[in-house]
């Protein structure tokens, strides 16, 4: 039976239960964060606005107080795991409705490096934002960047490293595709806790993500840039 | 000589102190945590090295790179210190040679001092002591946990045991000795 000052999710109307998300993905309440997107779903709201209203707005609150030192990687991974949840419920329904898609991104981390959470999350996020993307896991090599590129004919290129040993092989990978003349042809993006925005400009990558939010706004800014391109030369 | 050393690497060379009968080196430590935000480590060995130096010949900074990606080096070069060549512990205990070359990506490795503090070092700043259930997002990829031993302890051997069980991992114990931090410290 339910405690006496137990939230009912469903008693909450529109406005209550998002800021209740809100709350519940911060405090990594994955059950919760299910519940209520079933709830608002089965009212009626459509997928697309569950994910980007309560889910992406609530995990960009947990990014934001991430970035300022108020929240810490295990709440971060909490809060990932409850958006999950709420995901696992949105996906298959997003693929049948007419949600905007912004572009179609290859990501995955660099050779030599097992290191997934913060690629993991920035894929998340990137997914709630409307990217397509084609995760490749850990330890990659440079031809299997490449030959993901191709295949899925993305838009661009995420690569995540978190040791000061593996990053420079993002290097390897670009002066790859500058040698193959492919490198303006994607946006490529780098990450990592140990990275910084000089590192990106010295390796020639277009910019470098500070975290999964950033990552997200750097995408849309530079797809953006790359269709009002496409139309000044046409 | 002043040597300024990792927190980590303090009874290790005491040790090596006391073994070898260097009775010309002095010994000062900075906080092991640091590591857990490399970004301070440069900054903080140069404050060290800065207040201390006058009162010596030289002053040998007993840290690998560590995370800092080339800063610690960048700021041994311009104080004039040497450091300990290699990117951080692991790789100079079991030689940085021989280590690179094995390229075992998936093993998470500890040392006598990490096997001790543990808890304090992995488990709390982690957050598994508060929310196990996210151990296999940290280390879902990783296979078996290397204790790389200075010394030859039973009783570390098997906390270092129950630590991989812990985390989920193979155990292997690698019997390493002080390896490059011994030579580095007698050529310095």
Known sequence: MADEDDLILSELDDEELVAQMFDDLYDGLRDEIMEATQILLDRGWAPYDVLTKALVGGMTIVGNDFRDGILFVPEVLLAANAMKGGMSILKPLLAETDAPRMGKMVIGTVKGDIHDIGKNLVAMMMEGAGFEIVDLGINNAVESYLEALAREKADILGMSALLTTTMPYMKVVIDTMKEQGIRDDYIVLVGGAPLNEEFGRAIGADAYCRDAAVAVETAKDWISRRHNQMQAGA | ?188
Request: aromatic residues 10%; charged residues 25%.
């Open chain 2, 1 to 188: 000589m002043l040597v300024i050393a990792c927190g980590a690497l303090a009874r290790e060379i005491l040790a090596l102190i006391g073994q070898r009968g260097w009775d010309h080196l002095d010994l000062h430590c900075l906080p092991a945590i640091l590591h857990n935000r490399p970004d301070r480590i440069a900054p903080a060995v140069e404050a060290a090295v800065t207040a201390r130096r006058d009162r010596y010949d030289r002053v040998f900074v007993a840290y690998a790179d560590c995370g800092t990606g080339g800063d610690l080096a960048r700021s041994c070069a311009r104080l004039g210190v040497e450091m300990i060549e290699g990117p951080h512990c692991y790789a100079f205990y079991e030689g940085v040679a021989a280590f690179e070359a094995k390229g075992e990506v998936t093993c998470f490795y500890l040392t006598d001092f990490l096997v001790r503090q543990f808890d304090a070092f992995v488990w709390e700043p982690l957050g598994l002591d508060r929310h196990p259930e996210l151990r296999d997002m940290y280390f879902g990829n990783y296979t078996t946990l290397v204790y790389q031993a200075q010394t030859d302890d039973p009783a570390l051997t098997d906390l270092a045991r129950r630590h991989a069980e812990r985390l989920g991992l193979g155990f292997e114990h690698r019997l390493t000795g002080y390896g490059e931090l011994e030579t580095a410290l007698a050529r310095a």
